[in-house]
């Protein structure tokens, strides 16, 4: 069963938490998920009013085992009322008793179907068809062989080869950043928009030395599917900067930095359309003297993202978006 939650606060990670505490859970729980219904905004006059952050927390529960204790509490309470009569008490006594272990049997095959209760929505029927996605690039068209609440058996009678549409590969190496909410929101949108491999980076100055892959893993599904894509994102391992630079992608190479020490190009005037594209997007800290030279002595050209200074994660989101407009307005 999945429970949700709304609540605001003066950031996005203030209102995930105070979800999080209403729901009673942790806030990095894997099974939990969240959306942003609403950015903080700066309003009024010289925006000195702020309009608070608002979120959804999703969160997937297993079972529901104060299910089966709610009825059998209830029910004998009014059959001890009614024993003022004696004659009448034992014919209550004998009709209560068969319910009883009817109502304690009753929550083991509803225990099972009442994890996907949003699923049994429209519950599908055996001998009907569904279109599933395989995360390959593959549409298969399915006929239902045993519909059951939590695994189902299907076979395949078609299958689609659906091509990602934006025609070619791109590869965003990013540093994760210190709050993982940030670097979960742009795995999301990165997908959604379309993207073929993410590479989470370790760099010198990165303040995120550890990243659990398993929920991002999640987000990328959810996304991929929410986005009507046949086709997974490769996610790698945390990878140190050097060894992602003795295996490089072929195409287009572009590592983006704050440093105006070394001469840099505008990023959508050089970035080519319909090519493998590769964008380096460093940490909160920047990259490092020496990985911003070992990137250009590889074929790195060094690229700014703007007058504006933008955060690791907006980075990520503005190079990747900017990728699919130039190849859009090439079509």
Not at 129 to 147: F, P, S, Y
Not at 164 to 175: K, L, M, S
Request: glycine share 4%; charged share 25%.
């Amino acid at each position: 069963m999945i429970r949700t939650q709304e609540a605001t606060g003066k950031t996005v990670d203030e209102a995930r938490t105070n979800a999080c505490a209403l729901l009673g859970v942790e806030k990095d729980d894997i099974n939990v998920s969240y959306e942003v219904l609403e950015m903080p905004q700066k309003t009024g006059f010289l925006g000195l009013k702020l309009t608070p952050a608002k979120v959804r927390v999703s969160v997937e529960l297993p079972d529901e085992p104060v299910a089966a204790p709610a009825a059998p509490v209830e029910e004998p309470a009014p059959v001890v009322e009614e024993k003022a009569a004696p004659v009448a008490a034992e014919p209550v006594v004998e009709e209560t008793a068969p319910e009883a272990p009817a109502a304690v049997e009753e929550p083991a095959a509803p225990a099972e179907e009442a994890a996907p209760a949003e699923e049994q929505a429209a519950p599908a029927a055996e001998g009907e068809e569904v279109e599933v996605v395989d995360g390959k690039g593959h549409l298969h068209l399915c006929r239902i062989l045993n519909a059951n609440a939590k695994n189902c058996a299907v076979e395949i009678v078609g299958t689609t080869d659906v091509k990602p549409h934006w025609g070619c590969r791109i590869t965003v190496a990013i540093a994760p950043t210190k709050n993982m909410d940030r670097m979960e929101w742009m795995a999301e949108k990165v997908t959604e928009m379309g993207v073929d491999r993410i590479v989470p980076l370790l760099c010198r100055y990165s303040e995120r030395k550890v990243l659990k892959t398993e929920r991002l893993r999640k987000i990328l599904v959810a996304a991929m599917k929410q986005s009507l894509k046949a086709t997974l994102p490769q996610l790698d391992d945390l990878t140190p900067f050097d060894d992602f630079m003795k295996a490089l992608p072929d195409g287009q190479r572009f590592i983006a930095y704050c440093d105006p020490a070394i001469p840099r190009r505008d990023f959508v005037k050089e970035c080519l359309p319909e090519s493998d594209v590769t964008i380096l997007v460093g940490p909160e800290g920047d990259f490092s003297q020496p990985e911003i030279r070992a990137a250009l002595y590889a074929g790195f050209i060094p690229v700014s993202l703007g007058d504006s200074r933008l955060r690791t994660e907006t980075a990520g989101v503005f190079a990747c978006a900017a990728i699919h407009t130039i190849n859009q307005l090439k079509k």
